[in-house]
């Protein structure tokens, strides 16, 4: 027999679920389902919560970006016995 669990959600995220679920062909409901079934298999919870894009921290990556197109970059290492040896030096 089926139960019925309640959850609380923003309408943003319930809609970008239910259109992620329609686009895999599945309902909102058999999506959770199979994600709940997912972790009783595995006993594995997977959670991804991106970091915002700081106005810092899009500098520094402005920044990284130009000094790789200057060539303003350390050599590649194809072992780590390579950049030790790099580092050491």
Do not use: C
Not at 31 to 57: F, G
Request: charge should be negative.
């Amino acid at each position: 027999m089926n139960k019925v669990i309640t959850i609380k959600t923003d309408a943003a995220t319930k809609k970008a679920a239910q259109e992620l679920a329609q686009e895999l062909g599945l309902t909102l409901n058999s999506l959770i389902n199979s994600y709940l079934k997912q972790v009783i298999v595995t006993r594995h919870v997977e959670l991804y919560a991106p970091e915002p894009v700081t106005p810092k921290l899009e500098k520094l990556l402005e920044e990284a970006e130009e000094s790789i197109k200057k060539g303003e970059v350390g050599p590649e290492f194809d072992d780590v016995d390579d950049f030790i040896n790099d580092l050491r030096s």
